[in-house]
């Protein structure tokens, strides 16, 4: 299934430049029963894509129209019967109109009228048309639309816009190559021949339809879901993306289809690239949820069911505690009892007569903001000498013969970050100890990650996931293994450190 689609891709893309993309997307849409709204200024092939689509199905009845304000009913439903007037019924001819349509395209949809776009609203939603005092039931398989305006909020539009569950933006042509391949081609075909072997037949629809529900929603997609959902609702506070609940099943149906079409059984990060397509509303809010989706599922899909920001705090944690046991993690200074009370050495000269003299400042004033006196060595207060440590550990003296100022540093035994003399074996042993621990953590964590990533990487060929996406999630999965390596190489330089 996943070459004829390939194949049947290819066939229906056929010189439309820069289009391939929205035409994958267009009929994984029509393949899933989701309905496809194609937005775009005039001359950007939205027709054209719509018609190639067309040919990609086994279709008996196509209904296309191009509607306007002054558009009525019987164009797009049929017309009445004068004979079922005559027998005082109101019925009409829907043969070869919309409700008789098994592929439909609406272009310019929003600017039909009111009583059009109500009739619609039941058709799209329910496939059903009341034809009178009948209820026909209407065999539409695949509905497109198009249009080069976005209906506003609260214009009564919201309810059949949220029905069309894939939004795609259709540009023009930007590469320059293909601009110049456009200038001297020949006008596109709408309809390109297409093996009959590899259309998508009716009974084909139904069976895949069914099994598409069988595909499975593991719990890191899931995950991915909730994160996207929050971001949406609450992370820009002067603009909030609404998605309704309907819109969100269907998208989870979509990106089943594109698992199912891939030949997979469960969905998987690549198909989540698809809610780009799916969660905006106005043009607006596409940056918004391109970064939201992205980011989710960058940050939480790949991430999911990993230790690995708890083992680093932990590492962190014993990268600490191995630090306290090897190095002076702050400056000790060399203490003196004097008359029971413990101060610090330092030496000052605020004149020649006191030049190189020893003093003693009482180790319980460093840090506080009080003016005292230094002692000699006997303990004996200099009172020639105002001391004051201003709340920090750098000592200043006034006074001397002179009245002069300076500022004095007791003297430091062992600097901060200088190594220690000694450290006991049983603290080396401990700390290995931990540290073996946590790299057995690692590594069985690494091995789960590694095994999650490999299965996505396997899945990364999709025709429904445009290769800059597919690129970002293989950066993403290298840039995850590589924060494990990077925890792997600390543990083995904190075990050196323990060893040296």
Known sequence: MKARIHTLISAISANMYEHEHIIALSLLAGAAGMNTFLYGHPGTAKSLISRRIACAFEVAEYFEYLMNRFSTPEEIFGPVSIKA???????????????????????????????????????VNERIFKNGDMIQQVPLKVLMSASNEIPEPNQGLDALYDRFILRLTVPPIEQTTNFHALLQAKPARAKPEVDEALKIKKHELAEWRNQIHEVELPAYVLAVFDEIK?????????????????????????????????????????????????????????????????????????????????????????EQNILNSFYYTDDVYESYLIRDKEYLRAVNNLDHHYKDKVLYLELNKMGTKKDFFAVDESGEEIRGIVCNFNGSRMCTLKG???????????????????????????????????????????????????????????????????????????????????????????????????RS
């Not at 007037?85 to 109109?97: A, F, M, P, V």
């Not at 901060?416 to 964590?445: F, N, P, W, Y």
Request: aromatic residues 8%; glycine residues 2%.
């Open 85 to 123: 007037l005559k027998e005082d019924q109101y019925i009409r001819k829907t043969e070869h109109y919309l409700p008789k349509a098994d592929f439909a395209f609406l272009d310019e949809i929003w600017k039909a009228s009111p009583a059009i776009l109500n009739t619609l609203l039941t058709l």
């Open 230 to 318: 929050q971001r949406l609702n609450h992370s820009y506070e002067d603009h909030q993306v609404y998605v309704s609940d309907r819109r969100w099943q269907r998208t989870a149906y979509l990106v089943k289809a594109a698992a199912f079409l891939n030949e997979r059984s469960q969905v998987q990060l690549n198909d989540l690239f698809l809610l780009k397509h799916c969660l905006w509303n106005q043009v607006e809010d596409v940056p918004l949820v391109n970064q939201a989706v992205d980011s989710a599922i960058l940050e939480t899909g790949l991430a999911f069911d990993s230790e690995l920001e708890t083992l680093t705090i932990e590492k962190e944690t014993l």
């Open 400 to 498: 001397g013969y002179y009245g002069l100022e300076e500022t004095v540093s007791p003297y430091i035994k062992h600097s901060k970050g200088t190594t220690r003399s000694s450290v006991a074996s049983e603290v080396r042993i401990d700390l290995l100890q931990q540290l073996k621990q946590l790299k057995q953590k690692l590594q069985a964590d690494v091995a789960r990650m590694q095994q999650h990533l490999e299965t996505e990487r396997v899945a990364l060929d999709s025709p429904f996931v445009q290769d800059v996406d597919i690129q970002q999630l293989q950066q993403g999965m290298q840039q995850q293994l590589e924060r494990y390596q990077l925890q792997m190489q600390d543990c083995a330089r904190l075990e050196q450190l323990c």
